[in-house]
């Protein structure tokens, strides 16, 4: 209890420091709730519905070369006929 029994201004530099530890401290966890939802929603809403469109297109860009091969192959009266 030495320290409350100090001068008048170290009581003071103490309490505003602690005033403004306790400020800060507020802010930021205030900041980081506020940045961990923004970043949710981004990532939830925009990038990741964007990123699997982006590999849909990719893949249906890629498969329809082969696919379409397949369907005359498949379709062709004389593969048919070989078949049978």
Known sequence: MTLWK??????????MGAALGVT???VVLIYSSV????????LIKQALPAQV????NDLER???????ATEAIAGNS????WLA
């Open 24 to 26: 800060t401290l507020i």
């Open 62 to 68: 890629t498969l329809a070369g082969p696919i379409s």
């Open 78 to 81: 004389l593969v048919q006929d």
């Open 35 to 42: 940045l961990h939802q923004m970043t949710e929603r981004y």
């Open 53 to 56: 469109s982006a590999i849909r």
């Open 6 to 15: 100090r001068s008048i201004q170290w009581q003071l530099i103490i309490s």
